[in-house]
């Protein structure tokens, strides 16, 4: 026991944290010299989504040997939409390495995950990471570290952190400046020197605390967790104790242990480990496998609840079934249900309509990646704009989610960013000038950020960096108005023409271009205006038997508005859909016929949170 070593690696996205993770595990030798992920890069991000986005999305867990101890790692994601992720890590690890880039200095997701980390006595290390770049400041950001655990109530102990200079992409770290050095040397000796061993006991039984989950289709679900007392051997019985005061029984199948990045099925387990254990289908996390009645669970942390809510529909459009294989509600509850038992964030309900399922989770990123890794295995499904959960106070007054903002932008675009905070009902609570940038704080309603992000890109062509974490639920701050242009909807079905789309094009932005196939409620376009024209994009031109000279030239059209998945989820207005299919992206109404949909205006709804 006094051998392993557990840590988690924690930073904001794009502080090069997974980057450090392969650092580690190549100058370990975990990897034999010709082995392919010796020549790879961000070994840790092993779902296309994270590669393709840079981020971690997913906490995953590895493990390398130095000398002769064994550190185990668990690589957490940076956005706090994932924090559900980040929670239950806590449980299993020792310390942290707090990775901050020497360039932008502690970001607001720092914040949320080292708070996390902090509250569960977890032992940090200080990684200043990338010093090599042209704008590091490495000493001033490790002030600001300082400052930044101050404020988050650090005890004498924790404030006494040790610090390591490095550069990840290089692979070298520094104990100061000035000393010379091309390996990692230096941080493998922090890690085994300030992080204490794991606390746990040796003994007769065990006790296993879960904190992560995968499933696997041959052995049902498998549930991750540091072992706090005893060992376990396979085919021991065990008692699990739920969350709800149950207990069920079963036998461990099962042990896996981390090399690398490969699990490795090994027959006993001590005390300290983090390990895999199956043999138990309902296991869920936080809570306890032990080997016997006599012994307690291990204290049960509940998970934050969620604070945003989309339904998931059938596709019931004209064009539905074309592109997807798996259509039916069958498959997309069945779908949902598989993700629940990995990704505990998230939860599932099914909804008075038979082919509507609600989708709970914590921001709209979470469940936008749910949508978009669908739709790569060949699913069809309905999305609804994001709705936040309410919640009834003491005296049943309505309180809503409100979120903790921080922007930086820079100076000349201050007035219509601040312009556009006060429209969502923001309230300003901090101001910092910073050379050329400004850094606002403030408190926004969580409904009052759906499409912000967009809005902020525009209005600073890019420059704008926003985060945000939950702070509290607060009185109901009012109505707040959804996007401000209409949208231009088709009353006709075929293939869009270029003759109608040059019509159309005078009365907004295009969204389609010609040769797309359309239907009728589909949205082609955005009006320039704010409410909802009916047009036609598939009318021809009339033919005559007198020679025309200008058939189909001089028209000129506009590239088409092509919005992303995310983008697409935070532009759609609350009576409209987004049609998510393998090959094609596309925005519509609920109700696709014009006069059913006159007959049910638009009207706000509240949903609450199940407690």
Request: glycine letters at 8%; hydrophobic letters at 40%; proline letters at 5%.
């Amino acid at each position: 026991m006094q051998h392993i070593r557990n840590i988690a690696i924690i930073a904001h996205v794009d502080h090069g944290k997974t980057t450090l993770v392969d650092c580690l595990l190549k100058q370990s030798g975990t990897f034999r010299a010709n082995q392919a992920e010796t020549q790879g890069e961000r070994l840790m991000d092993s779902m296309d989504l994270e590669r393709e986005k840079g981020i971690t999305i997913r906490a995953k867990n590895a493990a390398f040997k130095y000398k002769d101890y064994h550190i185990n790692i668990v690589d957490t994601p940076g956005h706090a939409d994932f924090g559900g992720e980040v929670e239950r890590i806590m449980n299993m690890i020792d310390g942290v390495l707090l990775v901050v880039d020497a360039a932008e200095g502690p970001q607001a997701q720092t914040r949320f995950v080292l708070r996390k980390a902090l509250e569960a006595g977890a032992k940090p290390i200080v990684v200043i990471n990338k010093i090599d770049r042209e704008n590091a400041n490495p000493k001033k950001v490790l002030d600001q570290v300082f400052e930044l655990f101050i404020s988050l109530n650090a005890t004498d102990e924790q404030l006494d952190f040790p610090f390591i200079y490095c550069s990840a992409k290089a692979g070298y770290a520094k104990l100061e400046l000035t000393d010379p050095s091309t390996t990692m040397e230096p941080l493998f000796e922090t890690i085994v020197k300030h992080i204490p061993p794991p606390r746990a006991r040796a003994g007769v039984g065990f006790q296993v605390l879960v904190a992560n989950l995968d499933y696997s289709d041959y052995l049902g679900r498998i549930a991750f967790g540091k072992i706090y007392e005893g060992k376990i051997k396979v085919d021991d019985p065990a008692i699990c104790r739920h969350g709800s005061g149950k207990t069920s029984r079963g036998k461990v199948t099962m042990i896996y242990h981390f090399e690398g990045m490969k699990r490795i099925e090994i027959k006993e387990a001590h005390a300290g480990d983090i390990v895999g254990i199956t043999g138990f289908e309902e296991v869920f996390i936080g809570e306890t496998i032990c080997d016997s009645d006599a012994r307690p669970a291990l204290p049960y942390i509940p998970i934050d609840p969620p604070t945003i809510q989309m339904e998931f529909a059938v596709n019931d459009g004209p064009l539905a079934g074309k592109d997807g294989k798996l259509v039916t509600a069958r498959h997309i509850w069945d779908r949902l249900q598989k993700e629940i038992r990995t990704n505990v964030a998230l939860r599932v309900a099914q909804t008075s309509d038979p082919k509507v399922f609600a989708v709970s989770g914590r921001g709209e990123m979470q469940i936008a990646i749910l949508v978009e890794q669908m739709r790569r295995e060949g699913y069809e499904v309905l999305v609804s704009r994001p709705e936040v959960l309410w919640k009834k106070g003491p005296n049943g007054e309505l309180l809503e989610p409100i979120e903790k903002l921080f922007v930086e932008i820079p100076n000349e675009n201050l007035g219509s960013v601040m312009e556009n905070l006060s429209f969502r009902k923001a309230q300003i609570t901090n101001m910092n000038h910073v050379g050329v940038h400004v850094s606002v704080e403030a408190l926004v309603p969580m409904r009052g950020l759906i499409g912000f992000e967009t809005d902020l890109v525009n209005m600073t062509r890019g420059m704008g960096v926003m985060s945000h974490l939950f702070h509290e639920y607060g009185p109901d701050r009012g109505e707040i108005a959804a996007r401000k242009n209409g949208s231009l909807v088709s009353m006709d079905a075929g293939e869009a023409t270029s003759y109608a789309l040059n019509m159309i094009q005078e009365r907004g932005r295009l969204m389609v271009q010609p040769g797309e196939e359309v239907y009728i409620g589909m949205i082609v376009g955005e009006n320039a205006r704010e409410n909802d024209i009916p047009v036609n994009p598939v009318k021809e031109k009339r033919l005559t038997n007198m020679r025309s000279q200008g058939d189909g030239k001089g028209i000129q059209l506009a590239p088409p508005l092509k919005l992303s998945l995310e983008r697409a989820l935070e532009y759609i207005d609350v009576d409209e859909f987004v049609e998510a299919t393998p090959k094609h992206l596309r925005l519509r109404k609920r109700i696709l016929d014009e006069n059913q949909r006159k007959r049910s205006e638009k009207s706000r709804t509240i949903k609450f949170v199940e407690n």
